[in-house]
């Protein structure tokens, strides 16, 4: 019986122990507190999707995934909200003064493409507001329409702007820099609160070196993805400053046009002469996009089409107006309606629906001083010295000396590519710390032993023989 009792022990024992060990195995497999195996180089048996080696990069975004889609819709609703900050004085300011230029540059332009940013002029011009003092100041508000507006609050609205738009489509790339060029003598009187400003409101970049041609430039070039390479020459020896925006923007239809459906048709110019265009549209077989469109009666003197072609999911869109063949304005007189009237008088009664549409192909750039054209509108005070005591003090006396603007536009069957800048060019009259034989001169060869004066002469072109 005694050995029966110790065999049952041993036995149970044994039992209790392999449970035990069982308990383990089975806490080691499913805790989940161990790191999973890294599979990613591991086959699965599933075949590779195919890669098509006759397919070039396009440079277009991919189809974004599940949790892509999930943060674009959190950057949608956060520039949107953006938006919904922006005053509508403030973008009624902006527009209504890029028509006024519009319509002006037109007429001066008569036979010639021509497009300008006014969206890129409000930004270099707002920027500089903040470098005004006393009258300029003043002036400068009225002319760009924040007259009634405190300036800090303009500062604030042009950054919900900026934000709300280069988050504002996926499908669509809008890039909008900000940059400040000083020559480095001059960068050591301009005052903090000048530059601290554009840093927080524009994100402006602030350069204290390298004030030459080739760094602007490159600077330029890399913000406008290189369709705008040049917007300074030379810089002079009594510019000591450059205030930049650069915009760059390329956006696919929301429906693309066909390629094969582009043909080349008869375009009537101003001069009543016909010249060739290549005309883009949808064909009956293919399901055309329902447009935007409105048009006055076309018996009407007045009349006129419009047509709004959306990009990307709808926020941003092409608007082409037309006067029907029944008016006999010329389009230079037809913009100063525009101007007169306001760009949202002609685009108030959109409605939706389908008709034939035939739109050209075509690409340009232009380029202008907008400097006289300033001067049209009213401003004068920041072209000559003593206004911009914000920037600094005497006796560097700053003003501007030049608005260089510059634009690019293509548009074609799979959307538009654009780009613009604008240069606030800074001079001085008086220029501390150097010699600056930039305009005629007098000369004199002396004897400094008895102080007779051997030659004295003057030199108003040294180029002249």
């Known amino acids: 019986m005694k050995k029966f009792m110790i065999l049952f022990t041993a036995m149970a024992l044994f039992f209790l122990v392999s449970c035990s060990n069982t308990s383990e195995k089975k806490d080691t497999v499913d805790t989940g507190d161990t790191e999973p195996t890294d599979t990613s180089d591991t086959d699965t048996g599933e075949p590779a999707e195919p890669t098509d080696p006759t397919t070039e990069p396009t440079g277009e975004p991919t189809e974004p995934t599940e949790q892509e889609e999930g943060s674009w819709e959190a950057k949608y609703k956060k520039a949107d909200a953006q938006a919904e900050q922006v005053s509508k004085d403030v973008v009624k300011a902006n527009n209504d003064l890029g028509m006024k230029m519009f319509s002006k540059l037109a007429a001066a332009e008569k036979g010639k493409n021509m497009m300008i940013s006014p969206l890129s002029i409000s930004i270099a011009m707002a920027m500089s507001t903040n470098g005004a003092t006393d009258e300029n100041l003043d002036e400068m508000k009225e002319v760009l329409g924040f ?12 950054k919900h702007l900026i934000a709300s738009l ?6 669509l790339a809008l890039e909008i820099a900000n940059s400040v060029w000083m020559r480095e003598d001059f960068s050591l009187d301009v005052k903090a609160a000048f530059t601290e400003v554009l840093k927080d409101f524009y994100d402006a970049e602030v350069f204290a070196e390298g004030f030459t041609v080739e760094n602007i430039n490159a600077w330029v070039s890399e ?3 290189g369709k705008i390479e040049e917007i300074v020459k030379e810089i002079s020896a009594n510019t000591v400053m450059y205030l930049i925006n650069a915009i760059y923007f390329k956006a696919a239809w929301s429906t693309a046009f066909n390629e094969e459906n582009t043909r080349e048709g008869v375009f009537t110019l101003s001069d009543g002469t016909e010249t060739k265009a290549d005309f883009m549209s949808f064909s009956e077989a293919e399901e055309a996009p329902e447009f935007f469109s409105f048009s006055s009666d076309w018996g009407d003197s007045d009349g006129y089409a419009v047509v709004r072609i959306p990009y990307g999911r709808g926020v941003f869109a092409f608007y082409g107006i037309v006067p029907n063949y029944d008016n006999n304005t010329n389009v230079d007189d037809f ?28 690409k340009f750039e232009y380029e202008k001083s907008l400097v006289e054209i300033f001067k049209e509108l009213g401003m004068e005070k920041a072209f000559v010295e003593g206004g911009f005591h914000n920037i600094a003090e005497a006796p560097h006396d700053p003003f ?3 608005i260089l603007h510059k634009t690019f536009i293509e548009v074609n069957e799979a959307g538009t590519e654009a780009a613009a800048v604008t240069a606030v060019e800074y001079g001085e009259k008086a220029m501390p710390g150097g010699f600056y034989a930039n305009r005629p001169f007098v000369f004199v060869i002396r004897d400094d032993r008895t102080g007779s004066i051997l030659f004295i002469g003057k030199v108003e072109n040294p180029k002249a023989e």
């Open 147 to 158: 007259g009634g507006m405190e300036l800090g609050n303009v500062n604030e609205q042009f």
């Open 166 to 171: 280069v988050a504002a489509d996926k499908d």
């Open 223 to 225: 913000k406008t993805n």
């Open 335 to 362: 913009i100063a309606k525009i101007a007169e009237k306001g760009f949202d008088h002609y685009i108030s009664e959109l409605t939706e629906k389908e008709f034939p549409l035939e739109l050209p192909k075509f």
């Open 400 to 402: 501007i000396s030049d």
